[in-house]
């Protein structure tokens, strides 16, 4: 059934008018970013399908524009859009974090931090700087790929808390496989960044690994 063969009241633009966007599906939503199909698929369809293909957003989101358009029907007008789209979400994330205690309440950060980075197949280590009061000041990407020999940057690290003159941070990176569960390697960068912050008197208060899976933080674990 095409879109214009529905019922008026259940085109997904005619459910939003009349109850509200949260009352469509994911393709629903989908479908209204693409705006049309392809030949012999309405966009409903068309989204059902990619949705399908990628397992679902968290899929989608780990896409590149490449990849995104090498899926039928989405050509760069369309996979641009995704990818806009896909970036507002997340910027969304991490303004929820900012002007927060994120040590009291650790589960905006942890979303931002999973929705930015859980679902990339390279891993990410994020330095995130907070004032005295545990709010945001800012964060930076520090180091990709395997962070066996992170602690070798820890100069880096304390040098751009300096710079933002920061009294606490957290560090994050992201588990590609999907398993959150810190790795030796993890539990040795951890130790030896948590002295270092001692030293320097920014203590770090958390470690949190993320995947599209969950998310591990050492502080919970009573492990910082």
Not at 88 to 109: C, G, H, M, Q, W
Not at 159 to 185: Q, T
Not at 197 to 215: A, E, K, Q, R
Request: proline share 3%.
């Amino acid at each position: 059934m095409t879109i214009k063969e529905l019922p008026q009241n259940l085109r997904p633009r005619e459910k939003i008018r009349n109850y509200g966007v949260a009352s469509l599906s994911d393709s629903e939503l989908l479908a209204i970013l693409l705006g049309s199909g392809y030949k012999g698929k309405s966009s409903v369809e068309m989204a059902n399908e990619l949705l399908r293909e990628t397992g679902g957003f968290n899929g989608l989101m780990r896409l590149s524009l490449t990849e995104i358009m090498k899926l039928k029907g989405i050509k760069l007008a369309k996979a641009t859009l995704l990818l806009a789209s896909m970036e507002i979400a997340r910027r969304l994330n991490y303004e929820t974090v900012l002007d927060k205690d994120v040590i009291s309440d650790p589960s905006s950060i942890v979303e931002w931090l999973r929705s930015a980075y859980g679902y990339l197949e390279q891993e990410i280590f994020v330095v995130i700087f907070l004032d005295v009061k545990n709010r945001v000041l800012g964060y930076e990407e520090l180091f990709r790929g395997s962070i066996d020999n992170v602690h070798v940057e820890a100069r880096e690290i304390f040098k751009k808390a300096f710079k933002f003159n920061a009294r606490k941070i957290i560090v994050s990176h992201n588990h590609p496989s999907g398993i959150c569960e810190p790795s030796r390697a993890d539990e040795k960068v951890t130790t030896e960044l948590e002295t270092a912050g001692s030293i320097m008197n920014i203590p770090l208060v958390d470690h949190v690994i993320v995947s599209n899976c969950g998310y591990y933080s050492f502080k919970e674990h009573g492990k910082l």
